[in-house]
């Protein structure tokens, strides 16, 4: 845990101010230390059991004096989306951003670069509200490299396609669908946070900054259309395998013909001389084996001339 005293400007670990009406506290801690906060802030327990839960769900919530956020981090690990929960409590005397027991590099550097931001913004009117922009700011851009890193990856597994299908890429296929519904699922969800944001019911925004969480906003709006679009881009893959297979499978099959094509005149041929009927001519021929060895060796040529020229072969 550490922290930032506006109002006294200092910062602390472990010893968190008692609140009063001029306190502007910012908080970073672990989900495991909340409870210890408990009783400074006044959280609703729910709230608490909530960022202690990590139930992976988004939502905007008002209570008395503050408003509570839970959020999702999502990014590409395998063949799965691992999900990271990042929780916010926000009202007009203190910020107080939750992170996991194991937040990931990523998540590690949003605490870093708001704690880094606040030497930035504590001669401001309002520092809380401009950290508070900035979680979502930097939230946004980290979801905005994900998507980007999970688009490369399906690009690579489209050309991989392209080139040829292999029976394994049907698993992989199937879970970049569902990694990029579970991507689709979650900006959908924390696009709504970004419209409860901007309703303010607890008033704790001043006016002049609603104008940034109406780009963080519209943001969150292109990163869902960004996951939608990925989520065709995957149902795509499908389809691209589908007739490649479909493809590759053809000229397997036309080839078979092919050479079943050549082979057939010559055992037709055989096939007639193979029968034990007694006037059949060419039976007791001298030359008869090799001259019925050199129609079945002209029917070849001739088969191989047509499909040459009708550029078959």
């Given at each position: 845990?550490?922290g930032?005293?506006?109002?006294?400007?200092?910062?602390?670990?472990?010893?968190?101010?008692?609140?009063?009406?001029?306190?502007?506290?910012?908080?970073?801690?672990?989900?495991?230390?909340?409870?210890?906060?408990?009783?400074?802030?006044?959280w609703?327990?729910?709230?608490?059991?909530?960022?202690?839960?990590?139930?992976?769900?988004?939502?905007?919530?008002?209570?008395?004096?503050?408003?509570?956020?839970?959020?999702?981090?999502?990014?590409?690990?395998?063949?799965?989306?691992?999900?990271?929960?990042?929780?916010?409590?926000?009202?007009?005397?203190?910020?107080?951003?939750v992170?996991?027991?194991?937040?990931?590099?990523?998540?590690?550097?949003?605490?870093?670069?708001?704690?880094?931001?606040?030497?930035?913004?504590?001669?401001?009117?309002?520092?809380?509200?401009?950290?508070?922009?900035?979680?979502?700011?930097?939230?946004?851009?980290f979801?905005?490299?994900?998507?980007?890193?999970f688009?490369?990856?399906?690009?690579?597994?489209?050309?991989?396609?392209?080139i040829?299908?292999?029976?394994?890429?049907?698993?992989?296929?199937?879970?970049?669908?569902?990694?990029?519904?579970?991507?689709?699922?979650?900006?959908?969800?924390?696009?709504?946070?970004?419209?409860?944001?901007?309703?303010?019911?607890?008033?704790?925004?001043?006016?002049?900054?609603?104008?940034?969480?109406?780009?963080?906003?519209?943001?969150?709006?292109?990163?869902?259309?960004?996951?939608?679009?990925?989520?065709?881009?995957?149902?795509?893959?499908?389809?691209?395998?589908?007739?490649?297979?479909?493809?590759?499978?053809?000229?397997?099959?036309?080839?078979?013909?092919?050479?079943?094509?050549?082979?057939?005149?010559?055992?037709?041929?055989?096939?007639?001389?193979?029968?034990?009927?007694?006037?059949?001519?060419?039976?007791?021929?001298?030359?008869?084996?090799?001259?019925?060895?050199?129609?079945?060796?002209?029917?070849?040529?001739?088969?191989?001339?047509?499909l040459?020229?009708?550029?078959w072969?």
């Open positions: 845990m550490k930032y005293n506006f109002t006294a400007g200092k910062e602390f670990e472990a010893d968190i101010p008692a609140l009063d009406d001029d306190s502007r506290l910012l908080v970073i801690c672990n989900s495991s230390e909340l409870y210890s906060l408990l009783d400074i802030f006044g609703d327990m729910d709230t608490v059991d909530e960022c202690t839960n990590l139930d992976e769900k988004i939502r905007y919530t008002n209570y008395d004096g503050y408003d509570f956020i839970s959020m999702i981090y999502a990014e590409p690990e395998g063949d799965t989306v691992l999900q990271r929960e990042v929780n916010i409590f926000f009202s007009e005397k203190y910020l107080t951003l992170l996991p027991e194991s937040p990931g590099e990523n998540l590690s550097k949003l605490a870093d670069i708001t704690y880094a931001a606040v030497p930035l913004v504590k001669n401001r009117p309002v520092p809380l509200i401009h950290l508070y922009y900035s979680i979502f700011d930097n939230l946004t851009s979801y905005s490299d994900s998507l980007e890193e688009e490369n990856r399906i690009e690579t597994m489209t050309e991989s396609i392209e040829h299908p292999k029976k394994d890429q049907i698993t992989h296929i199937i879970s970049m669908r569902k990694m990029a519904y579970t991507y689709k699922k979650l900006l959908r969800a924390l696009s709504y946070v970004g419209d409860q944001v901007l309703v303010d019911d607890n008033g704790s925004l001043d006016r002049s900054e609603l104008k940034h969480f109406r780009g963080i906003n519209t943001r969150l709006a292109k990163l869902y259309d960004f996951a939608d679009n990925l989520y065709d881009m995957s149902n795509d893959l499908l389809n691209l395998y589908d007739s490649k297979s479909a493809a590759q499978m053809n000229k397997t099959v036309n080839k078979l013909t092919i050479i079943t094509l050549f082979f057939s005149p010559p055992a037709l041929i055989a096939g007639i001389y193979g029968m034990n009927f007694i006037h059949m001519p060419e039976r007791n021929w001298y030359l008869g084996y090799p001259v019925a060895l050199v129609y079945m060796l002209m029917t070849v040529v001739v088969i191989y001339i047509i040459k020229r009708k550029k072969l």
